[in-house]
């Protein structure tokens, strides 16, 4: 089937065919057949064949983007921790050991309610245009648990990350290079077959600059795309050394130096912000404009979890990054569909150009700058993934 979306009054691409990064077009058609975008260009030049294969929608002037790539999510959990983020807007600070919580809460949930639950949470981010997700483990914290986080958030994507390295369990107080272990080897085999990239928090009360490296240098050994989560807390020499390591992303960088700032502007790293996580735990915002203007690329994702960020909204995010961060709506609206999906290694998610998936989200509004304009308002009206 071939599918013609004609009278877009803006049409952002971020193909830079169309001029810059952003590849925005005005009184615009799309065509996509069998999922995969295969001609832009105005509404004036299209050709439409007239056949039964073939469908033509009318956007009526609306604006269309493509799909928000969500390239950080912690959606396989159960349990809530609303309590938690009460006593945090009456100033207590956040911490790792709540992740304890929630990994006890997902243990005693039954497959099928893990499964209900992630779907719950994937169709309402779909609802919102988010049409790709990242899902990482990180609450089983057994070779057992973590096998079937991963195994089960496989079902839903195929961006899982492997985030055994999450907190130090219990039971290895005291004996934390015994769990880095445990997380480089057998728990790596057990979730092996399901997972596509491995991640690490490295932060006081979760781990060490040197055991984030063992992880990630274990993770690369079995060429799995590589992530941090890093500087979320305080400044730490865990950005320069991620970047040392060829990861993907670095994850928060809330406390970024300027050294770190400048390694990561010379880096093929992305730095994924997220600001629902600063906004939930009573964090400073990053600058990221100063980071735009070094050079850095940036991406942003919701970090959808129970603990730091319990939205699935990344038009939110989007409308954080604009008010308190200093991104235009435009370079914000690339950082969370194009950023995202270089933080996750593909060329085929994040933009409409020919040959993209076709991963395409009408919007309620005439333009994109309506994302951050109307926060708190799903704009998306209709989503095709
Ligand atoms: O990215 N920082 C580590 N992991 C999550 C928080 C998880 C939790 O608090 O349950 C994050 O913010």
């Known amino acids: 089937m071939t599918t013609v979306l004609r009278n877009i009054g803006e049409l952002v691409t971020n193909d830079p065919r169309?001029?810059?990064?952003?590849?925005?077009?005005?009184?615009?058609?799309i065509e996509w057949e069998d999922g995969i975008v295969r001609w832009v260009g105005l509404d004036s030049e299209v050709?439409?064949?007239?056949?039964?294969n073939t469908e033509v929608l009318d956007a009526e002037g609306r604006a269309v983007i493509p799909g928000f790539v969500d390239s950080h999510t912690h959606l396989a959990?159960?349990?809530?921790?609303?309590r938690e983020f009460e006593s945090r807007m009456a100033g207590k600070p956040y911490s790792a050991g709540g992740i304890a919580t929630t990994v006890a809460a997902t243990n005693a949930a039954t497959d099928d309610e893990l499964r209900e639950l992630i779907s719950i949470r994937i169709a309402e981010m779909h609802r919102q245009g988010t049409t790709t997700i990242e899902i990482k483990t990180g609450y089983g914290l057994t070779v057992d648990h973590e096998a079937r986080l991963a195994r089960i958030a496989r079902e839903f994507t195929d961006y899982v990350t492997f985030l055994g390295a999450h907190v130090i369990p219990i039971d290895f107080r005291g004996n934390e290079d015994a769990y880095?272990?445990?997380?480089?080897?057998?728990?790596?085999d057990a979730v092996a077959p399901f997972v596509t990239?491995?991640?690490?928090f490295c932060e006081d009360g979760a781990f060490t600059v040197g055991q984030a490296a063992r992880i990630l240098a274990a993770g690369a050994e079995r060429e799995l795309t590589t992530h941090i989560h890093a500087a979320q807390l305080r400044p730490s020499d865990s950005v320069q050394m991620a970047i040392a390591h060829g990861v993907a992303s670095v994850d928060h960088g809330t406390f970024l130096s300027d050294a770190d700032v400048r390694a990561l502007a010379e880096s093929g790293t992305v730095l994924t912000l997220l600001p629902g996580s600063d906004f939930s735990t009573r964090q400073p915002y990053p600058n990221a404009r100063n980071f735009l203007d070094a050079g850095v690329t940036v991406a942003l994702a919701t970090n959808c979890n129970p603990g730091s960020s319990y939205t699935?909204?990344?038009?939110?995010?989007?409308?954080?990054?604009?008010?308190?961060?200093?991104?235009?709506?435009?370079?914000a609206l690339?950082?969370?569909t194009q950023g995202g999906a270089m933080a996750l290694c593909s060329t085929v998610l994040g933009n409409l150009g020919i040959g993209s998936n076709a991963h395409i989200v009408e919007l309620d509004a005439p333009n994109h700058v309506h994302l951050a304009y109307r926060p708190g308002v799903n704009l998306a009206r209709r989503v095709w993934s």
């Open 18 to 29: 169309w001029g810059d990064q952003f590849g925005i077009l005005h009184d615009a058609a």
């Open 197 to 200: 990239a491995i991640d690490v």
């Open 312 to 331: 699935s909204s990344i038009s939110f995010c989007i409308a954080i990054a604009v008010r308190e961060m200093g991104m235009t709506p435009t370079e």
């Open 47 to 52: 050709s439409v064949r007239a056949d039964r």
């Open 334 to 336: 690339w950082a969370a």
């Open 180 to 188: 880095v272990d445990v997380v480089c080897g057998e728990m790596l």
């Open 77 to 82: 959990f159960a349990g809530e921790r609303s």
